[in-house]
């Protein structure tokens, strides 16, 4: 064996090592799924045009914005979605989103309302004010007397203003969900749902993180 292949060697497991450690959480465990081009993982499985019209572009970009800070977004409102017989345009809860800890292209998330929590180290691209996070969520729960099992992308995306988040928008979309048995009733790959800020700034929170 010679001495360049042990190198290369060396740095794919290097490489494994460090994308292993970037998993972790308890209930949910949300994987970063790479560098700004592997953002089409995500987005690859939607088939519905109405979804860009409702989120708009990606932003894109190799340095983004500082994000870091607390943002309430109040009034959270639905405002697309793929799955029939759901409305839109409606209110939901109220939602406090917060990024910390950026650096190098990572940032840790958390998304918290009445009801659910989630927080991990997610990816952050974009230029100038304008910058989208993302990751691939996945978890396990019950539902009756089947385990589900689901993958979904998460994307939030606006623009950074002294006063908050403008044009926020934060989409999930299903990358794939099954059942142990077999036969629970599950979101089709593909399926997602769209979110704003109803006043169009998610306002900058002092004090929470």
Avoid at 61 to 75: L, Q, T, W
Avoid at 136 to 141: D, G, L, M, P
Avoid at 170 to 176: C, E, K, M, P
């Amino acid at each position: 064996m010679n001495n360049r292949f042990c190198v290369r060697l060396g740095i794919a497991a290097l490489v494994l090592t460090v994308l292993a450690s970037c998993t972790k959480n308890d209930a949910t465990t949300i994987v970063p799924v790479g560098p700004e081009s592997y953002i089409e993982g995500i987005t690859s499985v939607v088939t519905d045009a109405a979804f860009w019209n409702d989120f708009g572009r990606i932003n894109e970009g190799a340095i983004p914005p500082k994000i870091e800070g607390a943002f309430s977004v109040s009034p959270r409102k639905r405002v697309g979605t793929n799955v029939e017989g759901v409305p839109i345009d409606i209110d939901e809860l109220d939602a406090i989103l917060s990024f910390s800890r950026q650096h190098n292209g990572l940032v840790t998330m958390a998304l918290n309302d009445a009801t659910n929590a989630l927080t991990d180290t997610v990816f952050v691209m974009g230029s100038g004010d304008d910058f989208t996070a993302y990751c691939i969520e996945e978890k396990s729960f019950e539902v009756l007397s089947y385990q589900v099992e689901t993958k979904r992308g998460i994307i939030v995306k606006g623009t950074m203003t002294e006063a908050g988040i403008v044009n926020l928008r934060l989409a999930t979309i299903v990358l794939d969900s099954r059942s142990i048995p077999e036969g629970a009733p599950l979101q089709e790959v593909g399926s997602y749902f769209i979110y704003k800020d109803g006043d169009g700034l998610a306002e900058r929170m002092s004090g929470v993180l």
